[in-house]
Antibody, heavy 125, light 107 residues
Framework: EVQLVESGGGLVQPGGSLRLSCAAPGFTFSSYWMIWVRQAPGKGLEWVATIKQDGSEIYYVDSVKGRFTISRDNAKNSLYLQMNSLRAEDTAVYYC??????????????????WGQGTKVTVSS | AIQMTQSPSSLSASVGDRVTITCRASQGIRNDLGWYQQKPGRAPKLLIYAASSLQSGVPSRFSGSGSGTDFTLTISSLQPEDFATYYCLQDYNYPRTFGQGTKVEIK
């Protein structure tokens, strides 16, 4: 079964660190761009970071640049998000997401087709 | 960053109604837009990509249209399982940005 399983969330104090992991059994992980999306309590969705299949391209939302690092290990079929210098506003459910990257001629389109169940991160003293 | 503005923020509708949700981009994004459905306590689900392409397994009552700055998600005949929050997402450039969401409630 194609699925994504996140882990690593929890309660952390402001300024602390957490490392989220996402296991990706059931498909050829190395063939897909991967994404982290978060959702603060009662709020909408926020794109956090994207990584290309081989890790050669990485993008972040401005609010996490310099604090968060997205990475992947294709041999372990796993995606990671290292979160440092955490702030209260980072409190959210974090989703690991597969991007099917639909290709039409020379055009590429995101198609976020597989989502994990989410892992909750709470930043509070 | 490109701003995505959805309207309305919420709506009440009855089963069988035709529902239209709009997403407007702060600049032209060609047809680089997707639509996602989220039910309470659940992960989002892909409905539409490339503005109008229906994801496999999604009912044909869902459709998307638009190009440039203005996009529409239409549910032709609302079903009980369609009550949820809907989000647009631009993939024209980075940072990717979501609309703020449209909550579809039962009238």
């Amino acid at each position: 079964e194609v699925q994504l399983v996140e882990s690593g969330g929890g309660l952390v104090q402001p300024g602390g660190s957490l490392r989220l992991s996402c296991a990706a059994p059931g498909f050829t992980f190395s063939s897909y761009w991967m994404i982290w999306v978060r959702q603060a309590p009662g709020k909408g969705l926020e794109w956090v970071a994207t990584i290309k299949q081989d890790g050669s391209e990485i993008y972040y939302v401005d609010s996490v640049k310099g604090r968060f690092t997205i990475s992947r290990d294709n041999a372990k079929n796993s995606l990671y998000l290292q979160m440092n210098s955490l702030r209260a506003e980072d409190t959210a459910v974090y989703y690991c997401v597969r991007d099917r990257d639909f290709i039409d001629g020379s055009r590429h389109y995101d198609a976020l087709d597989i989502w994990g169940q989410g892992t909750k991160v709470t930043v509070s003293s | 960053a490109i701003q995505m503005t959805q309207s309305p923020s919420s709506l009440s509708a009855s089963v069988g109604d035709r529902v239209t949700i709009t997403c407007r981009a702060s600049q032209g994004i060609r047809n680089d837009l997707g639509w996602y459905q989220q039910k309470p306590g659940r992960a989002p689900k892909l409905l539409i990509y490339a503005a109008s392409s229906l994801q496999s397994g999604v009912p044909s009552r869902f459709s998307g249209s638009g190009s440039g700055t203005d996009f529409t998600l239409t549910i032709s005949s609302l079903q009980p399982e369609d009550f949820a929050t809907y989000y647009c997402l631009q993939d024209y450039n980075y940072p990717r940005t979501f609309g703020q969401g449209t909550k579809v409630e039962i009238k």
